[in-house]
């Protein structure tokens, strides 16, 4: 990964995609939305909300 990546922890996930804890690891699980492991830590790529946020509007188009 490039250095200028940005990388969210599922907190700060939860908080710019306004979904519960819960809601954010279903969607890990389900493969929605890709994240990477650090580690114990999970982190969720700038990108993989963006292909997320798509996948919603294209979803309610």
Known sequence: MADDVQLYRVPDAM???RM???VIYEQLRSGR?????????RLIP?????????LLQQEAS
């Not at 890709?34 to 830590?41: A, T």
């Not at 700038?46 to 798509?54: K, M, Q, T």
Request: hydrophobic fraction near 25%.
């Open 15 to 17: 908080r710019k995609l």
């Open 20 to 22: 519960s804890r819960s």
């Open 33 to 41: 939305l890709r994240s990477v492991k650090q580690g114990r830590c």
């Open 46 to 54: 700038e990108s993989a909300i963006r292909e997320y946020i798509g």
